[in-house]
């Protein structure tokens, strides 16, 4: 085991995926000498050369059509995309190329291309830098969607997002970069799927759903909940398409009760994803209505408001409370019989 | 009116300007070559005069009595194969259809300039390109049919499928050729779009990353003066070859209805992209002689004596006259080539009619390579529903 960094163990594992697979090749702004932004590829055009860590030109579009070509060519292109709000340029050859060429050619041509997004706020940055565009991508049929949100998971899904036959969006909480964790860079990466939920915190009163940046506060959440008696069962979804909805409906069984979080705007967002499809198979067995508790229908705020709209340890357990039939934010001075 | 004129330019307003192909004598200048000049190369004219170039000669030099008509041959099956297909979607039997009529010499010159191991990029139109490639006839038919989302592995021929988002593939050719890079080979991506495409984002990024690559990427542009309704004016205000050097990409103008200039320029760009020299932009000069699809109706948009100009520089007339002049267009060899022709169009109807039509689970197929637990449920609840109907009692309640 090593004590590093979550931004540390990306780099690594994006390190350890290149010794493995020469066509494992880097794709990017300023991703080479400067190391990228959050210098997550720190080191690695020094070690592996510049023909497999390539600066892009600032063009989104350009930078994963070329990925299109050189996967074409039977490379493993891993893209960085700079900040969240940059990838909009991009997604005319994501949701077209990219998501779709697997079914257009019949199986014919593989698209293993890995799209790398730092997402999320809460670092203070004008607009465009703290976005949460995953829904986008979710609804997306032919990509995969992943997020982590510790330093082991960082390490081992980058290396299986890139061993995927299919393109894989890696959305890395920028906010966490710089937590600290265990990881054990021994294991074989292909032992375990990225595509599976984890439990990461036992409970039996309410699940909560979260994922990427908001794991960390949904832990606190259910710390904080059981001084009051509330057992809360966190769920990090880890894969969010597909979505591992037995994990989820496993724990729904148990508990009566579902609260989602996430930082990305609630309509059409995959709270409701969530909420739809747990309601579906767990409708005979839910207590309340699933409860969402997540970022505003709005542009994302300038930096000084931006904890107005990220949902947080209180805005969690005031879900929570809700989902309980407790006194909440909504329920008015009386605590019997409130549904929302 | 006076917007409208201001809009689409003075130069190229709806490819009325015809560059300058050829004059009653026939006499063209061999323009200096690879700074985007806006003369087109040419070196077989309109009236079928074959003419000197001090450039582009030693390009073709190999280029003999029998392998000018295997040429002709050629744009005259691929536009049976047009004819044929514009029936078959005239009878019911396919959906849509894009002609190339009036393409034959831009697709055939350049088509046949590839190497085996070069890769081919195109947009929907190409279908000459694709039977220089060695296209299974029926696989051209598949995606119009509509039994198919591409009609043929592109490992096969080397030749990606169509691509239907303008100018899209251009930055693939380009990825591509990054790739042949990286593996030190010498083969070459091709890619080809239209006028309207050089409007796009993406052709002009490709462009980018080609030259600061320095990528063994061909673009090959055929401005056919049309991208649906939209004269060529519309999309460039100066001829479209006079953009590449900006990028510090070398470009030529060729007359895309001259199938030897055609064959020649391709030819110089694929030997300077195989030697290290790197991408080149090919502006293609020629004209859409029909609809965009069989679904348009372009007698709204343009004039009919457009088509009758162009219809005098016809790609294959002007061939069919040299082989004559050179004694070369005899009986024996014009019924062996209709009856090649014949031979062709006859496969495609079968292969059309023969389709095996998809079965309804196949929507689900191919969609990922590994299992995916959101489809795997959809398509087992889905199964259920086509199985419940025939299971389902002939008579009862729901």
């Keep these: 085991m090593t004590t590093m960094t979550f931004g540390r163990a990306i780099t690594a594992g994006l390190r350890r995926a290149m010794e493995d697979d020469p066509k494992v090749i880097l794709m990017g702004e300023d991703i080479g000498k400067l190391g990228g932004v959050f210098r997550i590829t720190d080191g690695l055009q020094k070690d592996f050369g510049a023909h497999r860590v390539l600066d892009s030109p600032l063009a989104e579009s350009g930078i994963l059509g070329t ?91 980058i290396q299986q997002a890139i061993a995927s036959d299919d393109p894989v969006l890696y959305f890395e909480p920028k906010r966490r970069y710089h937590v600290k964790g265990e990881v054990d860079e021994t294991g074989d990466a292909s032992a375990s799927d990225m595509g599976t939920a984890r439990v990461v915190a036992r409970g039996t009163d309410v699940t909560l759903v979260t994922y990427g940046p908001l794991v960390p506060t949904a832990r606190d959440a259910a710390v904080a909940a059981s001084d009051e008696g509330i057992s809360i069962e966190v769920i990090d979804l880890r894969s969010l398409a597909p979505i591992d909805f037995a994990t989820v409906e496993a724990s729904v069984r148990k508990t009566g009760r579902l609260v989602i979080t996430h930082e990305a705007a609630q309509s059409g967002g995959l709270g409701a994803e969530i909420a739809a499809s747990i309601t579906e198979r767990c409708f005979d067995v839910l207590e309340h209505a699933p409860v969402r508790v997540t970022g505003f229908d709005i542009p994302y705020p300038y930096s000084k408001l931006e904890f107005h709209h990220l949902p947080d340890l209180d805005r969690i357990l005031d879900g929570v409370d809700r989902v309980m039939r407790r006194h909440n934010s909504l329920s008015g001075p009386t605590t019997e019989g409130v549904s929302q | ?161 169509p691509q239907v988002i303008i100018g899209a593939q251009t930055l693939h050719a380009t990825g591509y050729a990054m790739g042949i890079l ?118 709204r948009y343009r004039d009919a004596n457009e088509l009758e100009d162009w219809a005098s520089r016809d790609p294959l007339a002007r061939l069919a006259t040299l082989l004559d002049s050179l004694g070369l267009l005899d009986a024996d060899y014009t019924d062996s080539v209709k009856a090649t022709a014949d031979a062709v169009a006859a496969e495609l109807r079968q292969g059309c009619l023969s389709m095996p039509e998809p079965e309804p689970m196949d929507v689900f197929k191919h969609v990922y390579s590994a299992p995916n637990s959101w489809l795997d449920r959809q398509q087992d609840h889905y199964e259920r529903y086509l199985a419940s109907f025939e299971q389902a009692p002939q008579e009862g309640s729901r």
């Design chain 1, 67 to 157: 990925a299109v070509g050189m996967a074409y060519r039977g490379y493993r292109p891993v893209v960085e995309i700079q900040f969240d709000g940059f990838i909009y340029p991009a997604f005319d050859q994501i949701v077209c190329q990219v998501a779709k060429l697997h079914y257009r050619t019949q199986g014919a041509v593989r698209m293993p291309i890995t799209i790398r997004v730092p997402f999320g706020g809460g670092i203070g940055s004008p607009e465009h830098h703290s976005e949460s565009p995953e829904a986008y991508f979710t609804h997306t049929s032919g990509l995969r969607v992943v997020s982590v949100s510790d330093p082991q998971d960082a390490y081992t899904m």
């Design chain 2, 182 to 299: 990286q593996d030190g080979d010498d083969a070459v991506a091709m890619t080809y779009f239209g006028d309207g495409a050089t409007s796009q984002g993406d052709v002009n990024e490709a462009m980018v990353f080609a030259a600061s690559y320095q990528a063994p990427v061909v673009f090959f542009c055929q401005n056919n003066h049309w991208a649906i309704s939209e004269p060529v004016g519309l999309q460039a205000h100066v001829p479209i070859a006079r953009r590449a050097p900006g990028f510090g990409i070398p470009s030529v103008r060729v007359d895309g209805n001259d199938v030897l200039a055609c064959l020649a320029v391709t030819r110089e760009a694929l030997a300077r992209a195989r030697s290290g020299g790197g991408p080149t932009f090919i502006e293609a000069v020629t004209y859409r002689m029909g609809p965009h699809t069989t679904a348009d109706d372009p007698k």
């Design chain 2, 1 to 161: 009116m006076t917007q409208d004129h201001a809009l689409q330019g003075s130069e190229f307003d709806g490819g009325t300007r015809v560059p300058a192909a050829g004059t009653a004598t026939g006499a063209v200048l061999p323009g200096p070559a690879h700074d985007g000049a806006d003369e087109p190369v040419q070196l077989l004219d309109h009236l079928g005069v074959r003419h000197a170039h001090e450039h582009y000669d030693a390009l073709v030099a190999d280029v003999d009595g029998a392998a000018l008509r295997k040429l002709y041959e050629d744009m005259v099956v691929v536009r049976r194969i047009d004819a044929e297909a514009t029936a078959l979607q005239r009878q019911g039997e396919l959906a849509l259809w894009p002609p190339l009529l009036g393409q034959e010499a831009a697709q055939i010159g350049s088509g046949r300039a590839l190497r085996e191991d070069d890769f081919v990029f195109s947009s929907y139109r190409e279908n000459a390109v694709a039977y220089c490639r060695g296209v299974d006839l029926t696989d051209l038919l598949r995606v119009w049919r509509g039994n198919a989302s591409s009609g043929w592995d592109p490992y096969s021929i080397n030749m990606a499928t």
